[in-house]
């Protein structure tokens, strides 16, 4: 009777971890085996590039690379946080650019703390809505 009722009303207990293989981290460092390209669920058709990590002490883990062009190969080091790609089967986390080995994407003007840029030079942290242009 209270399995089913766990099962019948789950939000009621403690919530299952989306990334369980971080084990409660935000964030973990782990050695790049493997680079290739994953095909998406059906609407779409790009190729993914995936990388598959080996986490320190922890086990391994499919995540996904963000942004356009990256440097990272086999046997190099890379930061892993959660965030699953929605068309990709089995992939639930993704490299965090600008750590470890894995170099920032440059071109980016917006979003960039997503991909590791720093603040261009001249550029203001916070304009009042009444002095922008």
């Known amino acids: 009777m209270r399995k089913q009722f766990r099962k019948a009303w789950g939000f009621f207990f403690e919530a299952r971890s989306r990334t369980p293989r971080l084990r409660g981290c935000p964030h973990a460092r782990g050695l790049v085996v493997r680079v ?14 995936v990388a598959k990590v080996k986490l320190y002490r922890k086990p391994r883990i499919t995540s996904r690379i963000p942004g356009r062009g990256f440097g990272i190969t086999k046997f190099s080091r890379a930061l892993s946080r959660g965030g699953r790609a929605n068309d990709l089967p089995g992939v639930g986390y993704s490299l965090v650019r600008g750590a470890c080995d894995f170099a920032p994407l440059f071109t980016k003007k917006r979003r960039r703390s997503f991909y590791g840029v720093e603040r261009p030079m001249g550029s203001v942290k916070f304009i009042r809505r009444k002095l922008r242009r």
């Open 36 to 49: 290739c390209i994953m095909n998406p669920k059906k609407p779409n058709s790009a190729m993914r590039h």
